[in-house]
């Protein structure tokens, strides 16, 4: 599985925000990280609908996060980010798109680094990203 675009840039803009007092604009966060700005607004606009942030509108408007930074796992911000649970494979959420999950043996070994991936994206918070960078 890899991450997209989607859950890079949604980790940028939030580490981004993390350092800022007051809402930080789309403009100015695509410029300053390099990233299209239609882009980064729908992205930031999935964070807010998920509520991994706080939207404000008008001329002093802008994101700002919702929790401290050890309060969010990097499974939640890639699961919002992606619009989806995050996956090794197809199957690992323990269904088999072939309909021959009896017959897999492979099923049972995928589920298990399934869960071992899960574990290990909840136990990352955004505040261990930042102290790691």
């Known amino acids: 599985m890899l991450f997209t675009r989607a859950s890079e840039y949604a980790l940028l803009a939030l580490i981004y925000i993390c350092d800022k007092d007051k809402p930080q604009d789309v403009e100015t966060m695509a410029f300053e990280l390099d990233i ?9 606009q999935g964070l807010a609908k998920d509520g991994l942030l706080h939207s404000y509108k008008g001329a002093k408007g802008g994101f700002t996060l919702v929790k401290k930074p050890e309060e969010y796992t990097l499974k939640e911000i890639v699961d919002s980010a992606e619009k989806k649970q995050v996956s090794v494979f197809e199957c690992s959420q323990g269904v088999c ?31 261990d990203i930042i102290k790691k960078s």
Request: hydrophobic letters at 40%; proline letters at 5%; glycine letters at 2%.
């Open 36 to 44: 299209s700005r239609s882009f980064l607004a729908k992205i930031l």
């Open 97 to 127: 798109p072939t309909q021959k999950g009896d017959k897999c043996y492979m099923l049972p070994v995928l589920k298990d680094l399934q869960e071992k991936m899960n574990e290990h994206l909840k136990s990352v918070s955004l505040a």
